[in-house]
């Protein structure tokens, strides 16, 4: 940087020479005599002799400028040593110099300097290389600015630049996250042959996509099937976008049938595409045909991933069948797949709201045993579950875990427990499970003073059965 701004101040002197020396390229400097005395003369030349000569700085080749320009970051500083370049006689700047400065004042949403510059470069007629104008519709989506970003695909012809598929697709994948630029984008597109160009199956893909998230399905099935018309081949992601735009309108049947109609053409689906169906399937209560797809996966060429089975496991639980999402969990190993902490959870959950305990408390140990840690509304739905159904002892057990693994249970948990035990008469385990609390850090939001009552309560009582009871001598 110093170094720049040492040749910028030396160009500037020597374009701010006295005005008694007249620059000259390549010259000695020339004196002006006036009509002085021939002493007043004498006394210039040795003024003259003792002066220091100053020649004018050139600040370097095409490529000097371009390097210079390339390596500053202030694109101001930039476009001022591109200006002092130019004053230099027969200076030419080279292509990549407009197109880094050009870029430079754009990101810097020095628009209009970048507008000025992009003119000078057309007035030029210097062969433009197409990335410029990629670059360029980046920069205004970036800036938020559809409108500029459209007008500069259309100005492209201006440069004898043919757009490419790139180009088009670069604008309408930024018109389209536009709401309101969804038609001028299906308008642009419709028109490319104008521009020489054929859109491709990105082309499609991105409006295909924007009309089903704006819930126009019937537009995006309208380009599916003039995919097929006009010799551009769909690809995986094409059958997606139109089977995730089918399971937001909850026509998940028709989905299905674009799977078979995949499969039957040779593509294999992707995990994303299969986690949309089983979504959908599962939200619409078709467990059994979830079930049955997730096990073709794998003879179709697709994995099931982690994804696919706690999405199946979440919808068993949540239709009260937490014995067929168990066997969907037991299933995973033998497909290369281990459950992780939220199939556990999502499993022990669902136990507890059908009343399986037994099961429950069988998967929270086996957990534990793999290192995951429930989290603290599990706990409690098996602790208080317990204590509903009157298995003191089970909840005991529970507790004890949660404690051991360093779980500090909720206040809740705290009133849910102790009344049971106090009636069981249980002091002694009482006594030890308060030995593995006063371990733990006990967060604020586990009050164990507040659930005491049950405590004061039990002694109350006791005191009241001892008092009542005939007094020996």
Request: aromatic share 8%; net charge positive.
């Amino acid at each position: 940087m110093k170094m720049h701004r040492v040749l910028l101040h030396s160009y500037r002197a020597a374009m701010a020479a006295p005005f008694h020396l007249v620059v000259l390229p390549r010259t000695r400097w020339c004196t002006l005599y006036s009509s002085a005395t021939q002493q007043q003369q004498q006394q210039q030349q040795q003024q003259q002799k003792q002066e220091v000569h100053v020649k004018p700085s050139r600040i370097g080749s095409p490529a000097r400028v371009q390097k210079l320009i390339a390596s500053q970051s202030d694109p101001l500083l930039a476009k001022e040593i591109f200006d002092l370049a130019s004053l230099q006689p027969n200076f030419k700047h080279s292509y990549s110099s407009f197109h880094i400065l050009i870029l430079k004042l754009g990101r810097a949403h020095q628009f209009s300097l970048m507008q000025d510059l992009l003119m000078r470069l057309r007035s030029e007629q210097c062969p433009v290389n197409p990335s410029l104008f990629s670059d360029i519709i980046e920069i205004y989506g970036e800036a938020n600015l559809p409108d500029q970003a459209l007008k500069t695909f259309h100005t492209m012809v201006e440069f004898r630049t043919n757009p490419l598929p790139k180009h088009l697709n670069c604008l309408l994948q930024f018109l389209v996250s536009h709401r309101n630029y969804i038609r001028p984008a299906f308008d642009l597109f419709k028109s490319a042959h104008r521009y020489g160009i054929s859109p491709d199956t990105k082309s499609y893909n991105i409006l295909m996509s924007a009309f089903c998230f704006n819930e126009d399905l019937s537009i995006a099935y309208t380009l599916f099937n003039q995919m097929f018309k006009r010799d551009v081949v769909p690809d995986v992601e094409s059958y997606r976008i139109l089977m995730q735009g089918l399971c937001r309108k909850s026509q998940v049947n028709r989905a299905v049938d674009l799977l078979e109609d995949m499969l039957n053409k040779g593509y294999i689906p992707d995990a994303l595409s299969y986690t949309t169906l089983l979504n959908s399937l599962c939200r619409k209560k078709k467990l059994k045909e979830a079930y049955k797809l997730l096990c073709r996966m794998k003879v179709k060429g697709c994995n099931p991933d982690i994804v696919h089975y706690n999405t199946v496991i979440s919808g068993f639980c949540r239709e009260g069948r937490g014995l067929d999402a168990c066997k969907v969990l037991e299933d995973m190993p033998s497909n290369g797949c281990s459950p992780n902490l939220m199939s556990y959870r999502t499993l022990v959950s669902g136990l507890c709201d059908q009343g399986l305990y037994d099961e429950a408390k069988n998967y929270v140990v086996e957990m534990l045993s793999k290192g995951f840690s429930p989290h603290f509304s599990v706990f409690h739905a098996l602790i208080n579950g317990f204590c509903n159904v009157g298995k003191i002892e089970e909840a005991c057990e529970v507790l004890g875990e949660m404690l051991r693994h360093g779980e500090a249970p909720h206040t809740d948990t705290w009133v849910a427990i102790i009344p049971r035990i106090c009636e069981a008469d249980k002091l002694v385990t009482m006594e030890n499970i308060f030995d593995e609390a006063l371990k733990l850090e006990i967060t604020p939001d586990t009050r164990l003073m507040e659930a005491g009552i049950g405590l004061e309560e039990y002694v109350i009582r006791k005191i009241r059965y001892k008092s009542r009871k005939p007094q020996v001598f």
